[in-house]
Each structure stands twice: as structure tokens, then as C-alpha cells.
């Protein structure tokens, strides 16, 4: 599968589990999720185990986020990142 088609299947990259949590594709090598002002709330690179990466709504400094938009940016190796819209709803 291209990354023209993945870009418009987001089942593909991201799914959620009952505590609200994102689960990425495994084969993501790496995700940001940026706020609306594109800063980085989140950073997780691809360990060598390849589990799926895995966010909770927690920022880098450790903090719940606010609900609200979000952009995630989710890098495959060797093709163009791709970002998908999210609306996060905080517990």
C-alpha cells in the first residue's frame, strides 16, 4: 500500500482502547502529537522491540492535556510523514 492511499485510511495508524489511550501502527517509526499552535506535546520514538507506540493523553513534562484538536505526525521509515486530525477528550 502506497502512502497516498494510507494517508486517507486512518484505521490504518491509529486505534484506542477502553482507557481512552492512542495505539499506533507498530511499524510507525515515530510520533508527535503537536497542539493547535504546532508545538510538540509528545514525542515517542520506535524501540527495536517494535511494540506499538502507545499515548495517554500525558505531555513530555508529564501532564494530562487539555481536551481539545491535536495533529498527529506519524513517520514511517523511509516515506513522508503523514498527519491526521485528532480531537482528544480528556477523562
Request: contains cysteine.
Amino acid at each position: 500500500m502506497n502512502a497516498t492511499n494510507r494517508q486517507y485510511n486512518h484505521n490504518n495508524h491509529i486505534k484506542s482502547n477502553l482507557n481512552n489511550d492512542l495505539i499506533f501502527n507498530s511499524s510507525a517509526v515515530e510520533i508527535t502529537v503537536l497542539d493547535r499552535w504546532g508545538n510538540a506535546v509528545w514525542k515517542k520514538r520506535q524501540d527495536e522491540a517494535l511494540r506499538p507506540i502507545t499515548w495517554s493523553g500525558i505531555d513530555r513534562f508529564g501532564e494530562k492535556v487539555s481536551s481539545g484538536s491535536y495533529l498527529c505526525k506519524i513517520v514511517y521509515s523511509g516515506e513522508p510523514a503523514i498527519y491526521i486530525p485528532l480531537v482528544f477528550i480528556q477523562k
